[in-house]
């Protein structure tokens, strides 16, 4: 049996309307997964599923990651309306802002730590009731090199994607008696819209600066969608807690 393969296993993956969330999809399901898209823009998760492999066995959620004290419910009643137990989920989303310190408000950390940290930790919760996931499901949340290193103009997206590495190593600790895998991954820069609608705001100078940081260059949505792969299969049973970096050689420097 081919240990990378992913056939019939049931994945949640957030943030899919675009980006690496959109690719995820499309990669976990050339390699067999079940995939629940979810997201808040309908039209963007529809053009996701067409990019899946046999759209007809996956499915599309709306749902609102910041309202958090409501996605434990809401995941119990996914469940029940799919009637299989998941094997995991990805946790795409995120909001990354570039703010100054000189100008930082209490509003914007909130808007990143919901969505990027948050939300993750909420639907872990909501995995942990009884018969939502099966024992030996796995994990992964998407963090960055930013929780790592430091830049200027990006403290709050820094700090929650810092506390997410961290809060995943816990997780680990505290659901390994369910045989239950907990990773992330911290991409660097990756082509996406995202990147691109960052980029058009910064002076070229700047860009060739951050391009040069990347020894590799730039990476795709792939390269962070097939290391999800891996972590979200049986080939990487004996791996938890652990923070996959995917940056093209950036924080080797």
Request: neutral net charge; aromatic residues 8%; contains cysteine.
């Amino acid at each position: 049996m081919n240990p990378f393969t992913l056939q019939d296993k049931l994945i949640l993956i957030t943030g899919a309307s675009s980006g690496i969330g959109r690719k995820t999809a499309e990669i976990l399901s050339n390699q067999g997964a079940i995939v629940v898209l979810v997201g808040r823009n309908e039209e963007q998760l529809s053009k996701t599923l067409e990019q899946t492999k046999n759209p007809d066995k996956h499915f599309i959620e709306v749902f609102d990651l910041t309202q958090t004290d409501e996605i434990s419910g809401w995941i119990k009643g996914l469940s029940k309306k799919i009637g299989k137990p998941f094997n995991g989920f990805v946790h795409c989303a995120g909001l990354h802002q570039t703010i100054p310190i000189r100008v930082i408000k209490k509003k914007h950390m909130e808007e990143e730590m919901s969505l990027n940290l948050y939300a993750g930790i909420a639907i872990m919760k909501g995995f942990s009731s009884k018969n939502i996931c099966v024992k030996g499901s796995s994990y992964v949340f998407i963090s960055s090199v930013m929780g790592l290193v430091g830049e200027s103009g990006v403290i709050s997206y820094s700090a929650s994607k810092g506390a997410v590495i961290a809060a995943v190593k816990s997780a680990a600790i505290e659901l390994s008696s369910l045989q239950i895998r907990v990773n992330s991954i911290s991409p660097g820069i990756v082509q996406t819209e995202m990147a691109a609608d960052i980029f058009s705001s910064i002076p070229k100078e700047q860009y060739e600066l951050v391009l040069k940081k990347h020894p590799l260059g730039f990476g795709s949505p792939e390269d962070v969608a097939y290391a999800t792969v891996y972590l979200l299969s049986d080939a990487a049973r004996w791996i938890t807690g652990t923070n996959l970096i995917v940056d093209g050689g950036y924080t080797c420097q």
